[in-house]
């Protein structure tokens, strides 16, 4: 059974820029969340989505927003990239929607220069 | 909003050394526990779960972990551990709603020294 599938790796972008990450959760899971890792913050919930729905948004800016696919694939958008917003971002996917146990991806390495 | 608080940063042992690492979540109500783990440069990997029931959970690669409701407390032991353990533990809460999604801890960094 194939895991949390994030693309890209790592990014390197310019301040002002905006950056769009993809998740594809473990087949049959249909709760996808995304998460903000950084050295000084630690991990911090951004947004989840189930069926399609944005259920729950953490305490970030509108510029990040997210997107989910009919086949549960997600997409994290940042618009007007700062540099600020260097960090891990990680996705996760949940067979239902919050309390199981979230199983996360790599996870991609945003670089804001 | 709930916040979890782990009670060290950082924790050297030597092998064979017994291990436990504690949290404590603030939410009052009902609430799912978890630690992950991560090991350099892999991700993160769920340990264990407290969903309810009993308070002692077993977990993989010979985890378990103890729920003390009454401390709102959450604590990983293991009794022997080894220097392959050596990675980032993370303790992390859920409460009912999931508004914050998963709250999770600032992380331990355990070095197990050979």
């Known amino acids: 059974k194939a895991g949390v599938t994030q693309t890209p790796r790592y990014l390197i972008k310019t301040r002002g820029q905006q950056v769009t990450l993809s998740c594809s959760p473990i087949?049959?899971?249909?709760?996808v969340s995304w998460y903000q890792q950084t050295p000084g913050q630690g991990l911090q919930f951004l947004f989840e989505y189930f069926s399609e729905t944005q259920r729950n948004k953490g305490n970030f800016p509108g510029r990040f927003s997210g997107r989910q696919f009919s086949n549960s694939r997600s997409e994290m958008n940042v618009s007007t990239l700062e540099l600020g917003d260097s960090a891990l971002y990680l996705c996760?996917?949940?067979?239902?929607?919050?309390?199981?146990?979230?199983?996360f991806g790599q996870g991609t390495r945003l670089t804001v220069v | 909003a709930q916040s979890v608080s782990q009670h060290n940063h950082h924790v050297i042992l030597s092998e064979a050394a017994s291990l436990e690492l504690g949290c404590n979540y603030s939410y009052g109500g009902t609430v799912n526990l978890f630690w992950y783990v991560q090991y350099p440069g892999q991700h993160l990997q769920l340990l264990l779960k407290?969903?309810?029931?009993?308070?002692l959970v077993k977990g993989i690669k010979g985890f378990e972990a103890e729920f003390i409701k009454s401390k709102f407390s959450f604590y990983l032991r293991k009794p022997s551990v080894q220097w392959s353990d050596t990675a980032e533990y993370f303790c992390?809460?859920?409460?009912?709603?999931?508004?914050?999604?998963?709250?999770f801890g600032k992380g331990t960094h355990l070095i197990i020294q050979p």
């Open positions: 087949s049959g899971h249909r709760s």
């Open positions: 992390a809460s859920y409460s009912g709603g999931g508004a914050d999604g998963l709250t």
């Open positions: 407290y969903f309810s029931g009993d308070p």
């Open positions: 996760a996917s949940s067979s239902l929607t919050g309390g199981n146990e979230a199983f």
